[in-house]
């Protein structure tokens, strides 16, 4: 693992920015514990003051230092993306594996479900929820509701992968030793396809993150929990940028671009890292 | 022909029906699970609003409301009836400008949002797939280069920051486009060169922000798809016979490499369909995106219920058209 990481670094350009830019974020994530006051305090600094070595996002017009808010916003968007991650990574596993190895009516029927939610159209069934959960759509909530929405994709690329699987050696071996179907996808074929669930949880933070966005954006998400989405409503509230505090929404778009950044860069680079046809190509053969 | 039809054909049109039994069953049954009834928030609204109601009146309003959002009779015979209304295409009033039907609202959304998204969605998955098969064709090609790493710089950023911060850049720090709506407000709308121009003019910043994004994607998929293309035996053997490397990409390479991006255009419509209602938001564009803002801040539950509704028919719709016309480029399918 190690070795790798050390690989990566040195050989693929993209994989340093990633760390450098992933590390940032991280940083500002961590500076929330440090933070001297929390972040649904009003009024503790002076309003409107520009980006300063004293505030060096500034400070908006709710009174509130730019950076420190940052530093909880990105850590809760961190969070969402992580808790969303995790819960549609299971989703998509569990259909995946199941799909790919049991094969014939379950695999037809789970792949049409799978394949309608991957046309449904996401975010408009996300605002009719939040929508009718307005208040109550906590931060936890919403990134369980986005983990119910974001599994297809994944679903179908670990599919694909069991069904090569199935057909190697080491399956037939272990379905003769008499190793009972769940357990067999779990312990023999699980660890190939894990390098690939890799890639695409990454893929799924941004999307998950992404959507946090819109919708808080529209005001939708509970508005008192700092984001990267609530950070430019409260900023579109307060019309920042006809009151020349354009700061205020320039230290989310910076925080998330540096994120989002870092994200697909990682992503692009170790997705190249797992497929080995791109590796050959590089060095020649 | 007959093997066609059962092959490829009649899974598609199942599945189409299947993803719009789907969408419509879940929003049927999400206001249902909600702990928020849409009858009493109603009614405590207008409460709210100070005006002094009779019970009397609350009572029969509350009749009306629950009769109009089918909330009536057992649970079953409200989903039959909800389909009921929906394949008569009544969608009921809309509460915020109260009684016009929700299904006109929309309609006059959705020119103004298919308008701007077919050409963008066009523009940038023919833009996308030309570049990203020069790419992965040339390799080495500096200018392409360049393109590389741009559109992977913007593609993961979220549709809402781009289209921000290029609103803020082109409307409002170099003043050259509108800061926002379709045409000035006050303009007549009418058919004639002027106002196609002023149409025109303001769609320009979202058309753009659209296709940037777009682009991207699109790109990345088809270098890869190109690059391993470029080691098949078939193009070998073009190269081999000396045969000019344009014909060789155009006719040997792009018609087989494109084949995954028309399935992987099926795939991300249901994303770009949500990515382009948020560019509508921040450039205040009269689709069917603004028409949700202002619906979510009127607190319009019909409305939002049309709104989802008719983007999953669309959406769907859209797909099956799509693996409609796909027998069309590959053979394999067309012949089996």
Redesign the interface.
């Given at each position: 693992m190690l070795a790798v990481f050390r690989d990566l670094l040195r050989y693929d350009g993209r994989f340093r920015v990633a760390s450098l830019f992933l590390m940032l974020t991280l940083l500002l994530a961590v500076l929330s514990w440090f933070s001297p006051y929390p972040p649904t305090r009003t009024f503790m600094t002076p309003q409107d003051l520009p980006p300063s070595l004293k505030h060096p996002f500034g400070t908006n017009s709710r009174g509130q230092d730019l950076l420190w808010w940052m530093a909880f916003a990105v850590r809760n968007s961190l969070i969402l993306g992580v808790i969303t991650a995790v819960v549609s990574r299971l989703i998509a596993i569990f259909v995946g594996l199941v799909s790919g190895y049991r094969g014939g009516f379950i695999d037809r029927a789970l792949m049409?479900?799978n394949?309608?939610?991957?046309?449904?159209?996401?975010?408009?069934?996300l605002?009719?929820?939040s929508?009718?959960?307005?208040g109550?759509l906590s931060l936890v909530t919403l990134a369980l509701l986005l983990g119910l929405f974001g599994w297809p994709?994944d679903a179908r690329l670990i599919r694909a992968q069991v069904l090569s699987l199935k057909e190697r050696a080491f399956t037939r071996t272990a379905v003769y030793s008499g190793t009972p179907p769940l357990l067999l996808t779990l312990r023999e074929h699980l660890p190939f396809v894990l390098p690939v669930v890799f890639a695409t949880t990454i893929n799924n933070m941004?999307w998950s993150?992404?959507m946090e966005?819109?919708l808080s954006?529209?005001?939708?998400s509970d508005v008192t929990v700092p984001t990267i989405g609530t950070t430019?409503f409260w900023a579109n509230q307060h019309q920042a940028?006809v009151a020349g505090v354009?700061w205020w929404?320039a230290a989310p778009?910076l925080v998330?671009?540096v994120l989002?950044?870092g994200?697909?860069?990682l992503f692009?680079s170790v997705n190249e890292f797992i497929d080995p046809?791109?590796r050959l190509?590089r060095i020649g053969a | 022909m007959r093997k066609f039809v059962l092959n490829y054909l009649v899974p598609r049109i199942a599945q189409y029906i299947l993803v719009i039994f789907l969408g419509v069953t879940l929003t049927f049954i999400i206001p249902r699970l909600s702990p928020n009834d849409p009858v009493e928030r109603q009614v405590s609204q207008l409460m709210m609003s100070g005006s002094h109601v009779s019970p009397e009146a609350i009572i029969a309003m509350r009749e009306a409301l629950t009769e109009m959002y089918g909330l009536s009779g057992s649970v079953w015979e409200q989903y039959l009836a909800f389909w009921g209304r929906l394949l008569r295409g009544d969608l009921g009033p809309s509460l915020s400008s109260f009684p016009t039907p929700v299904i006109q609202l929309l309609a006059t959304a959705m020119p103004w949002t298919f308008g701007l998204l077919i050409p963008a969605i066009l523009i940038s998955w023919i833009v996308g797939n030309i570049l990203g098969a020069i790419a992965g064709y040339y390799e080495n090609n500096r200018a392409i280069q360049i393109v590389d790493i741009l559109s992977q710089a913007i593609r993961p950023i979220p549709y809402y920051i781009v289209a921000l911060v290029m609103l803020a850049v082109f409307a409002y720090w170099i003043p050259i486009f509108p800061f926002s709506g379709a045409y000035p407000p006050g303009t007549r709308v009418e058919f004639s060169w002027s106002f196609a121009w002023t149409v025109l003019r303001h769609s320009i910043l979202p058309l753009l922000s659209l296709i940037l994004l777009g682009v991207g994607g699109w790109f990345v998929g088809m270098k890869s798809l190109t690059s391993n293309i470029i080691s098949e035996d078939y193009v070998v053997y073009a190269e081999v016979t000396g045969l000019p490397k344009k014909r060789i990409l155009s006719q040997y390479i792009i018609p087989n490499a494109m084949l995954p991006q028309i399935t992987g255009l099926a795939l991300q419509l249901g994303l770009i369909f949500s990515g382009a209602l948020i560019m509508e938001v921040v450039f205040g564009y009269p689709g069917m995106g603004t028409l949700t803002f202002q619906a979510v801040m009127a607190n319009d539950y019909t409305l939002i219920m049309g709104i989802t509704l008719l983007s999953i028919i669309g959406v769907a719709t859209a797909v099956l058209i799509l693996d409609l016309i796909y027998p069309l480029f590959d053979p394999r399918v067309r012949h089996q």
């Amino acid at each position: 693992m190690l070795a790798v990481f050390r690989d990566l670094l040195r050989y693929d350009g993209r994989f340093r920015v990633a760390s450098l830019f992933l590390m940032l974020t991280l940083l500002l994530a961590v500076l929330s514990w440090f933070s001297p006051y929390p972040p649904t305090r009003t009024f503790m600094t002076p309003q409107d003051l520009p980006p300063s070595l004293k505030h060096p996002f500034g400070t908006n017009s709710r009174g509130q230092d730019l950076l420190w808010w940052m530093a909880f916003a990105v850590r809760n968007s961190l969070i969402l993306g992580v808790i969303t991650a995790v819960v549609s990574r299971l989703i998509a596993i569990f259909v995946g594996l199941v799909s790919g190895y049991r094969g014939g009516f379950i695999d037809r029927a789970l792949m049409s479900a799978n394949d309608s939610f991957v046309v449904l159209p996401v975010l408009p069934i996300l605002v009719l929820l939040s929508f009718l959960l307005q208040g109550q759509l906590s931060l936890v909530t919403l990134a369980l509701l986005l983990g119910l929405f974001g599994w297809p994709w994944d679903a179908r690329l670990i599919r694909a992968q069991v069904l090569s699987l199935k057909e190697r050696a080491f399956t037939r071996t272990a379905v003769y030793s008499g190793t009972p179907p769940l357990l067999l996808t779990l312990r023999e074929h699980l660890p190939f396809v894990l390098p690939v669930v890799f890639a695409t949880t990454i893929n799924n933070m941004l999307w998950s993150i992404g959507m946090e966005v819109t919708l808080s954006v529209l005001g939708l998400s509970d508005v008192t929990v700092p984001t990267i989405g609530t950070t430019i409503f409260w900023a579109n509230q307060h019309q920042a940028l006809v009151a020349g505090v354009w700061w205020w929404l320039a230290a989310p778009i910076l925080v998330a671009v540096v994120l989002f950044l870092g994200l697909y860069l990682l992503f692009s680079s170790v997705n190249e890292f797992i497929d080995p046809r791109t590796r050959l190509r590089r060095i020649g053969a | 022909m007959r093997k066609f039809v059962l092959n490829y054909l009649v899974p598609r049109i199942a599945q189409y029906i299947l993803v719009i039994f789907l969408g419509v069953t879940l929003t049927f049954i999400i206001p249902r699970l909600s702990p928020n009834d849409p009858v009493e928030r109603q009614v405590s609204q207008l409460m709210m609003s100070g005006s002094h109601v009779s019970p009397e009146a609350i009572i029969a309003m509350r009749e009306a409301l629950t009769e109009m959002y089918g909330l009536s009779g057992s649970v079953w015979e409200q989903y039959l009836a909800f389909w009921g209304r929906l394949l008569r295409g009544d969608l009921g009033p809309s509460l915020s400008s109260f009684p016009t039907p929700v299904i006109q609202l929309l309609a006059t959304a959705m020119p103004w949002t298919f308008g701007l998204l077919i050409p963008a969605i066009l523009i940038s998955w023919i833009v996308g797939n030309i570049l990203g098969a020069i790419a992965g064709y040339y390799e080495n090609n500096r200018a392409i280069q360049i393109v590389d790493i741009l559109s992977q710089a913007i593609r993961p950023i979220p549709y809402y920051i781009v289209a921000l911060v290029m609103l803020a850049v082109f409307a409002y720090w170099i003043p050259i486009f509108p800061f926002s709506g379709a045409y000035p407000p006050g303009t007549r709308v009418e058919f004639s060169w002027s106002f196609a121009w002023t149409v025109l003019r303001h769609s320009i910043l979202p058309l753009l922000s659209l296709i940037l994004l777009g682009v991207g994607g699109w790109f990345v998929g088809m270098k890869s798809l190109t690059s391993n293309i470029i080691s098949e035996d078939y193009v070998v053997y073009a190269e081999v016979t000396g045969l000019p490397k344009k014909r060789i990409l155009s006719q040997y390479i792009i018609p087989n490499a494109m084949l995954p991006q028309i399935t992987g255009l099926a795939l991300q419509l249901g994303l770009i369909f949500s990515g382009a209602l948020i560019m509508e938001v921040v450039f205040g564009y009269p689709g069917m995106g603004t028409l949700t803002f202002q619906a979510v801040m009127a607190n319009d539950y019909t409305l939002i219920m049309g709104i989802t509704l008719l983007s999953i028919i669309g959406v769907a719709t859209a797909v099956l058209i799509l693996d409609l016309i796909y027998p069309l480029f590959d053979p394999r399918v067309r012949h089996q």
